[in-house]
């Protein structure tokens, strides 16, 4: 039996901030927006892929995940990756609607990567595989 996955998910500062950038800036489309006490079920899908894998932006409430998620961002590592098609098309395109990248696009083997903030206390990497 193989397993699929459904989603995954990243912390978030702010639900209502995390939903605008992740729709209006990086494309991401709404899949679910439930109300669930003070927070939502929120989710988003990749616009080539509508039924696909789910984002979860999950509320940063527990207390365990500040610590984490300002130890990750210290260090560098991001919370999520996302492949693209083009990575400088893309880059160019975000950076002219503000998007902050703490590494421009790099080369390592046969993959660029760009790592952006999502002003939502995350790193996130753009990746483009040369297939």
Do not use: W
């Amino acid at each position: 039996m193989a397993l699929e996955i459904y989603g995954t998910g990243v912390f978030v500062d702010d639900q209502a901030k995390a939903l605008d950038f992740y729709t209006k800036k990086l494309g991401f489309n709404l899949k679910h927006d439930i109300p669930i006490g003070e927070h939502r079920y929120l989710t988003v899908t990749s616009s080539v892929a509508p039924d696909g894998v789910e984002l979860l932006l999950e509320p940063s409430a527990h207390p365990a995940v500040p610590p984490f998620k300002e130890a990750l961002v210290r260090d560098g590592i991001p919370a999520a990756s996302f492949r693209v098609r083009d990575l400088q098309a893309v880059y160019e395109r975000l950076c002219n609607q503000g998007v902050i990248f703490v590494r421009e696009p790099f080369t390592a083997g046969d993959t660029k990567i760009a790592i952006l903030d999502d002003t939502c206390g995350n790193l996130i990497q753009l990746v483009e595989f040369n297939d």
